[in-house]
Protein backbone atom coordinates (compact mmCIF):
# COMPACT_ATOMS: atom_id res chain seq x y z
CA UNK A 1 0.00 0.00 0.00
CA UNK A 2 3.09 2.22 -0.88
CA UNK A 3 1.40 4.11 -3.35
CA UNK A 4 -2.48 4.09 -2.45
CA UNK A 5 -4.21 7.41 -0.77
CA UNK A 6 -6.88 9.35 0.50
CA UNK A 7 -9.27 11.32 -2.25
CA UNK A 8 -9.72 14.39 0.62
CA UNK A 9 -7.38 15.77 3.19
CA UNK A 10 -9.10 14.95 6.13
CA UNK A 11 -7.98 14.11 9.59
CA UNK A 12 -9.33 14.04 13.33
CA UNK A 13 -9.12 16.70 15.97
CA UNK A 14 -7.37 15.75 19.41
CA UNK A 15 -5.27 13.12 20.54
CA UNK A 16 -6.00 10.12 18.98
CA UNK A 17 -5.60 8.46 15.12
CA UNK A 18 -8.38 6.31 15.50
CA UNK A 19 -11.62 6.07 17.12
CA UNK A 20 -11.79 1.90 16.51
CA UNK A 21 -11.40 1.19 20.57
CA UNK A 22 -14.51 3.76 21.46
CA UNK A 23 -16.96 2.46 18.27
CA UNK A 24 -15.68 -1.29 19.14
CA UNK A 25 -17.14 -0.55 22.90
CA UNK A 26 -20.28 1.25 21.85
CA UNK A 27 -21.25 -1.50 19.30
CA UNK A 28 -20.57 -3.85 21.90
CA UNK A 29 -22.84 -2.03 24.10
CA UNK A 30 -25.80 -1.70 21.50
CA UNK A 31 -25.62 -5.12 20.69
CA UNK A 32 -25.70 -6.68 24.54
CA UNK A 33 -28.77 -3.53 25.11
CA UNK A 34 -30.56 -5.16 22.05
CA UNK A 35 -30.42 -9.18 23.16
CA UNK A 36 -31.25 -8.24 26.78
CA UNK A 37 -34.63 -6.04 25.28
CA UNK A 38 -35.32 -9.07 23.17
CA UNK A 39 -34.70 -11.69 25.29
CA UNK A 40 -37.75 -9.70 27.68
CA UNK A 41 -39.94 -9.00 25.04
CA UNK A 42 -40.20 -5.59 25.41
CA UNK A 43 -39.93 -4.65 21.95
CA UNK A 44 -41.10 -1.32 22.44
CA UNK A 45 -37.60 -0.48 24.07
CA UNK A 46 -35.77 -1.31 21.30
CA UNK A 47 -32.81 0.75 20.84
CA UNK A 48 -32.94 2.23 16.96
CA UNK A 49 -29.62 4.14 17.29
CA UNK A 50 -26.49 3.41 19.23
CA UNK A 51 -26.24 7.08 20.27
CA UNK A 52 -29.30 6.05 22.43
CA UNK A 53 -26.98 3.89 24.31
CA UNK A 54 -23.46 5.41 23.84
CA UNK A 55 -22.71 9.64 24.16
CA UNK A 56 -20.74 10.29 20.65
CA UNK A 57 -18.30 12.73 23.02
CA UNK A 58 -17.12 9.42 25.06
CA UNK A 59 -15.43 8.52 21.65
CA UNK A 60 -11.90 9.50 21.37
CA UNK A 61 -11.77 12.15 19.09
CA UNK A 62 -13.98 14.82 18.55
CA UNK A 63 -15.10 15.05 15.19
CA UNK A 64 -13.41 15.61 11.77
CA UNK A 65 -11.97 18.78 9.77
CA UNK A 66 -11.07 19.72 6.30
CA UNK A 67 -7.05 20.52 6.51
CA UNK A 68 -6.77 21.86 2.70
CA UNK A 69 -4.80 21.32 0.17
CA UNK A 70 -0.82 21.65 0.09
CA UNK A 71 0.17 18.98 -1.47
CA UNK A 72 3.87 19.86 -1.31
CA UNK A 73 4.25 19.87 2.55
CA UNK A 74 5.50 17.19 4.46
CA UNK A 75 3.00 16.82 6.68
CA UNK A 76 -0.31 16.91 3.67
CA UNK A 77 2.17 13.89 2.33
CA UNK A 78 1.93 11.87 5.47
CA UNK A 79 -1.68 12.83 6.59
CA UNK A 80 -2.90 11.38 2.55
CA UNK A 81 -0.67 8.50 2.62
CA UNK A 82 -3.12 5.37 3.96
Known sequence: MGK????????????????????????????????????????????TRQWEIVEQWDLGGDGKHYCGHSPNEEWYIKLMSK
Open 4 to 47: SRKKTPVCTWCCCKSQKRGKKISHRKFRRKEATVIISGEYDLLP
